[in-house]
């Protein structure tokens, strides 16, 4: 690939944590040119960051809608954005850029509701853009060698799923000290009403749909806010069905004290199960009925060819979250670019936001099992 693309972002200002992270996968293959922005809603703060980034004054926005309106009508304008924003400003943001015929990379979950979610996906087919949602963990090479597996029949018929995502940096009130990620995060005005559930909770299902080719039919699920006075759940337990005899569970809590970032997947077959962590990514446990487990790894013998380009280093020399997101940004700069990228996209995100509403509506009913909307 040798096409950059003009680029812009909205949100992920000075001191953002992932702001950052976008730009640092944007940047790693080289591909992207950050252009323009509308980097915070604080005028000084937003002025401050263009400078930093290296954005030129006349690029640097007061608001979305107005750098969506200009930067179309510009010759050298953008070509794709990112939005980086608290959740309830993403359908808004995204929805402005593909009216003017901008490409989309917008930040999960895509919106805070179903419908709006549909909504965007109508409108993103029907104006030919590309609106991809950046699922980062999709684009570990390994989970890509266990989709693989999967899809080869190595692990025989499936019998169950399951994933985890466990942390504890919301285990105390940290909100009302004034932590701005934890503020809005735990606000249902700016994040939705689902807390650790629309955070972390979407990206373990996602993983497990992505990996598995599956989306459960039904769900039932608890929703708990263990920490008194916080406004939206921040502890997911849920039972998914996923059809045809397939059973799983999914465990997501901010509040496992002990826990940093420990997103797990386990798939079991007839044949074989497999176990990724992604604190430990470069590693794919593998285990054969009857045979001894066996540890996969990155680069190492049989990996197979067609996912070496995601593997950006020599072997031994680990790989993970920021790798993972810069995957992902590369494999959208080839759909961009030839239609032929390998990323989650519209349609991953209304199939999680369908989750989501599905574990809301368990959680109103005495946790009864609730059929995911199609």
């Not at 266990?146 to 019998?159: D, K, M, N, S, T």
């Amino acid at each position: 690939m040798t096409e950059t693309i003009p680029w812009g972002m909205v949100g992920g200002g000075i001191s953002g944590f992932i702001g950052e992270v976008h730009r640092l996968a944007a940047r790693l293959d080289g591909g992207y040119r950050l252009e323009a922005g509308c980097f915070s809603s604080d005028g000084t703060r937003n002025r401050e960051s263009g400078a930093l980034f290296g954005v030129a004054p006349d690029r640097v926005y007061g608001d979305f809608a107005e750098m969506a309106r200009r930067e179309a009508e510009r010759p050298d304008g953008i070509r794709a954005v990112s939005i980086v924003t608290p959740n309830h400003l993403h359908y808004a943001a995204t929805r402005a850029f593909l009216e003017a015929g901008i490409d989309v990379i917008c930040d999960k979950p895509l919106t805070t509701t179903l419908s709006e979610a549909r909504e965007l996906e109508a409108l993103a087919r029907g104006q030919g853009r590309t609106l991809a949602v950046t699922y980062n963990y999709s684009a570990n090479a390994m989970i890509r060698l266990a989709r693989q597996l999967v899809a080869e029949g190595a692990l025989g018929e499936l019998r169950l799923v399951q994933v985890e995502y466990a942390q504890d940096w919301l285990a105390r009130n940290i909100e009302q000290d004034g932590q701005k990620q934890a503020s809005w995060r735990t606000d249902p005005q700016q994040a939705g009403r689902a807390g650790c559930l629309g955070d972390i909770g979407v990206h373990a299902y996602n993983l497990a749909r992505f990996v598995t080719g599956r989306s459960a039919r039904r769900v039932s699920a608890e929703l708990s806010a263990f920490v008194p006075g916080r406004q939206v759940d921040d502890n997911v337990q849920a039972r998914l069905d996923f059809g045809d005899g397939i059973r799983g569970a999914l465990w997501a809590s901010q509040v496992a004290v002990g826990s940093e970032n420990a997103l797990r997947l386990r798939l079991i077959g007839e044949k074989a199960s497999l176990d990724w962590e992604q604190e430990h990514p470069n590693q794919l446990r593998f285990a054969e009925y009857g045979e001894a487990p066996r540890i996969l790894s990155r680069n190492g013998a049989g990996f197979p060819p067609s996912l070496q380009h995601l593997c950006r280093i020599p072997a031994g020399h680990p790989e993970g979250y920021l790798e993972a997101f810069a995957n992902l940004y590369g494999e959208i700069r080839r759909g961009l670019t030839s239609a032929s990228g390998d990323f989650t996209d519209v349609s991953d995100a209304v199939a999680d936001l369908a989750f989501i509403e599905a574990c809301l509506d368990s959680q109103d009913n005495d946790n009864r099992w609730c059929p995911l909307e199609r």
